[in-house]
């Protein structure tokens, strides 16, 4: 029988950088309580790497709880620094609800910005709140959605936020691609051909770029309209 070599082609790879770029880290993280900001062994982890990672991470504290919280880590040394003001679930008064799931993404080629979007932040399940915030934890602004929100990301000029939205709570409703302002008003939409979504990203020209199972789309720029043509990746190459 032929072996098979499952090369992902190069379009996917770019959704993979973005969200590791974004991720949502684990239990094993920096500490709150100053650990996270230890320096490397020796010199420099990275030499001659410039740049920050952006994620994440669950934090635990003094008492033993444990707190999602936003950290930036220098490529070039290694040193953590968590972000001022993302102790979300502390902040009662914007996010009352018992907070199922955090997720948080940075503006593409930007250090100043980010967007968050928390799900059961209102006590109620289908809610969501989206929140956008300086990299100083300063909060810009803040609006409320219902639905399953999916893949929240900030365009690059900061102005417009994406993301994938399902209305309803079966599974054979229909995921729409939505675009919003930072007020929260609904911009553009338009409802994907199937709801097998994964990752989107916007282009440095303002358009959007998303997959759904093994095709990439393209939209107008900012718009949820999708502009021809599609790309039919080859995900998986047989060698024999």
């Not at 007020?183 to 759904?212: A, C, H, M, Q, T």
Request: proline share 5%.
């Amino acid at each position: 029988m032929a072996m098979k070599n499952h090369e992902p082609a190069l379009p996917l790879l770019i959704f993979i950088i973005a969200i590791l770029a974004s991720a949502c880290g684990g239990d094993a993280g920096p500490t709150q309580d100053g650990g996270g900001n230890n320096p490397p062994f020796s010199g420099d982890l990275n030499p001659g790497l410039p740049g920050k990672l952006f994620f994440k991470e669950k934090t635990e504290r003094s008492d033993g709880s444990k707190i999602d919280e936003a950290w930036t880590m220098d490529i070039a040394t290694g040193k953590y620094t968590k972000i001022h003001n993302t102790n979300w679930a502390d902040h009662k008064d914007r996010f009352p609800g018992n907070l199922d799931d955090i997720s948080v993404a940075s503006v593409d080629y930007d250090a100043t910005n980010f967007v968050v979007a928390i799900e059961g932040c209102k006590n109620d399940p289908e809610y969501t709140c989206i929140a956008m915030q300086e990299m100083g934890g300063n909060y810009i602004s803040q609006f409320d959605l219902l639905g399953d929100i999916r893949s929240t990301r900030m365009s690059r000029d900061r102005q417009h936020i994406a993301l994938f939205n399902r209305e309803g709570t079966t599974t054979s409703s229909d995921f729409w691609l939505e675009i919003y302002n930072q007020n929260g008003i609904l911009l553009s939409s338009s409802k994907l051909e199937d709801n097998f979504v994964f990752e989107l990203e916007w282009l440095p020209d303002g358009r959007i770029v998303y997959s759904i199972r093994r095709t990439l789309y393209f939209t107008a720029p900012y718009s949820a309209q999708v502009r021809a043509p599609k790309l039919y990746p080859t995900i998986y190459q047989e060698k024999r």
